[in-house]
Structures are given as C-alpha cells and as structure tokens.
C-alpha cells in the first residue's frame, strides 16, 4: 500500500530476492537499487540528504530518482526502477530500466600486497600515553620505550616512534556490528577520511615494521585509553582474518612495556597479549616488562622517581626489544610460512548447519 510508504522518507522493498530502496519527499517516489556500489550496503536502509540516498555503511551517494551518484561521482549509479501509484498501490518494474556503472576507482595504498624488502630487523615504537602537548609530562612508559628504541637504532636497525598523542584519528564507528561486510581493510573511516591519521599506524604494523614495541601506562586497571582507541580500529586487521581468511600479520613480533602507579600488571598484559595474538604476532620468551607502585601505594611521586633512577628498568627495556630482534630475525630466516590449517578458528565454516543444531 502506497501509504506504508510515506510513513519514512526511505524503505526497503524486496522484488524476487531483489533489494529495492523507495524513497519519498513530499509525496514524490523514487525507487533504485537497494545494493550500494561500494561494498553492498543496503541504501533502503539508510537516510536522505536531500534528494541522495546515503548508505548506512560507508556513506556513499546516489540520487534517489536517477540512480546517479552525488555531484562529481555521477559516473557512478545505480539501477533506477519505473514506478507508478495505482489502486493505492506502488507498483515497481521487476527489471532495472537503468544499468549499474561502476567508476573505476584506485585502490588505497595499504592494500598493496604485503612483500618485506631485505635489509635489518625494523621497529615501530607506539606511545599510548595522553597528555596535553602543549604542557608535556614526564611519561615513565614513553621513557622506557624511547630508551628501547635508541637502543637499537644505535646496533644499526630501522627504527620509528609513533605517539598516538599526536595523531588526528577518529574513534571506530561500529561498521562491522552493522556487517561483517562493511568493516574493511583498511579500515572504512580511513578510506573515507583523508585527514584520519590512523594510516599511519596501518602502514608501520602490517607494511613496514618487523617488531612493534607498544608501551602503555596504566590507567584504571587496564591499559590507556588511547590504547583502546587504536585497538577498535586495528579490528579490520583482525577481520580481515574472520571474513576474508586474509592474513596480513605474518613473522612479526610484539613486545609490551607496561607501567603505572595502579597494580594490575598481568591483566593488562593479558589483554596486549590475547589482542596482539589475534591479529598474528608472535612473542619472544617473557614478552613484557612492567613497574608499578601497587593497589595502596598512592604516593605518585615516588613512582616517577623510580622509574627515572631505574638503570634495570632501562636494561629491561633493551634486553625485551633484543629478545624480540632475535626472535623476529630467526622467523624471517624461514622464509615464506605455509598457511595454517585453521580447524576450529574464526573464518572456518563449520559442518554443523543451524537447523542441525536446532533438531
């Protein structure tokens, strides 16, 4: 009935397993594809801007009547639907009275293949620590890091620092609880977003670095916020795994430096450790070191003042980063590994059927 279809500006029809997005303004019908030429995201399911369709997933546009894309992407449409209002009724054609034009567009850079060049074990450093850069701190879990790294640029490796302080990045936007379609490699806010500094964190860990070393503080019991902020965005990497059996993380290595005026130790590790693991890496014997002041201990000055003293917490440092350096050198001696039969893991199909498990 015509009028199910004026209660919302944009519905979703199906025609023969066809989707069909209807809209409406004003009492004006418009009927295409309900398959966006991104990814498949389901335009009936999203909203107007004007006479645009938006699709829910990655925002793409097609103007609800032609089909064509927004203003500059018009090489780019969808299939527009005949329609007519008869009876009280919206009756649509069953078959397109336009063709899908698909624009050509270059892939993003991070997904070129993953290929590593000869030459010395390479590390990324990540700093997860917050503050006001305008009146820098004296961070304990940035010192150690710093210290690890020069360390090892000094015995002639590759090194690079990455403060996620200092990038621009958007927090996740919860594509893959929509699809696990719509969560992409790279992630979807990065190929939307050209200001999104997150690429850089993408590049380091899946194109250029051998070994990560991530240093957090601890904050309420667990890692930084910062941290997490990353982490919801290096999802795509781990769903890439789940959707696509696509492993972009092989032979790398990763390493923690966890320290913090609150205990919990081993809970944040385990968390570094289970997430980092997921999306590939592998760990040296003992792959963190960690200093903390304890549950009681609320004298903060004290921890800093530890930490800045500590010669064994430098030497620390640099014994995790070597033991990560060589494990990472023995795994690049192998060469190219077989991929893992993966029975039991995420992207395997399982033989049980659902109605199976309902009987």
């Known amino acids: 009935m015509v009028e199910e279809f004026l209660r919302q500006p944009v519905t979703e029809a199906v025609i023969d397993r066809t989707r069909i997005a209807v809209s409406q303004v004003e009492g004006k019908f418009g009927a295409v594809s309900g398959v966006c030429n991104h990814v498949g995201g389901?335009?009936?399911?999203?909203?107007?801007?004007?006479?645009?369709?938006?699709?829910?997933?990655?925002?793409?546009?097609?103007?609800?009547?032609?089909?064509?894309?927004?203003?500059?992407?018009?090489?780019?449409?969808?299939?527009?639907?005949?329609?007519?209002?008869?009876?009280?009724?919206?009756?649509?054609?069953?078959?397109?009275?336009?063709?899908?034009?698909?624009?050509?567009?270059?892939?993003?850079?991070?997904?070129?293949?993953?290929?590593?060049?000869?030459?010395?074990?390479?590390?990324?450093?990540?700093?997860?620590?917050?503050?006001?850069?305008?009146?820098?701190?004296?961070?304990?879990?940035?010192?150690?890091?710093?210290?690890?790294?020069?360390?090892?640029?000094?015995?002639?490796?590759?090194t690079q620092l990455i403060k996620l302080n200092d990038l621009k990045f958007r927090a996740c936007e919860g594509y893959y609880s929509k699809s696990a379609q719509a969560c992409t490699w790279p992630c979807s806010i990065t190929q939307m977003d050209p200001g999104?500094?997150?690429?850089?964190?993408?590049?380091?860990?899946?194109?250029?670095?051998?070994?990560?070393?991530?240093?957090?503080?601890?904050?309420?019991?667990?890692?930084?916020s910062l941290f997490f902020k990353m982490e919801e965005r290096l999802n795509c990497i781990q769903n890439q795994i789940t959707i696509r059996d696509n492993v972009l993380i092989q032979n790398k290595v990763a390493a923690f430096i966890i320290t913090g005026g609150q205990d919990n130790i081993q809970a944040v590790a385990g968390h570094l450790l289970t997430f980092f693991s997921e999306l590939g890496f592998s760990f040296p014997q003992f792959p963190f070191i960690a200093h903390s002041r304890g549950w009681s201990a609320e004298d903060m000055e004290h921890n800093i003042d530890y930490v800045m003293k500590s010669q064994e917490l430098r030497e620390g440092a640099c014994q995790l980063l070597q033991r990560a350096i060589e494990l990472s050198e023995f795994l690049m001696s192998r060469g190219q590994t077989e991929k893992l039969e993966r029975g039991g893991r995420k992207a395997h199909h399982l033989d049980v059927s659902t109605s199976e498990l309902m009987k």
């Open 196 to 224: 999104d500094q997150l690429d850089r964190v993408y590049e380091a860990l899946v194109h250029w670095a051998d070994v990560v070393l991530v240093a957090t503080p601890i904050r309420w019991g667990a890692a930084g």
């Open 42 to 158: 389901p335009l009936g399911q999203g909203c107007l801007d004007g006479d645009y369709l938006v699709c829910p997933w990655h925002h793409w546009k097609f103007h609800r009547i032609t089909g064509k894309g927004e203003p500059g992407f018009e090489d780019d449409a969808v299939p527009s639907y005949e329609f007519r209002v008869e009876g009280g009724h919206l009756w649509i054609g069953a078959k397109p009275a336009t063709q899908r034009r698909k624009k050509p567009h270059d892939p993003h850079p991070l997904t070129r293949p993953v290929k590593r060049a000869l030459g010395a074990v390479r590390i990324v450093g990540i700093s997860t620590t917050a503050m006001d850069a305008a009146y820098p701190r004296y961070s304990t879990s940035d010192v150690l890091l710093e210290v690890a790294l020069r360390s090892a640029k000094e015995r002639g490796h590759e």
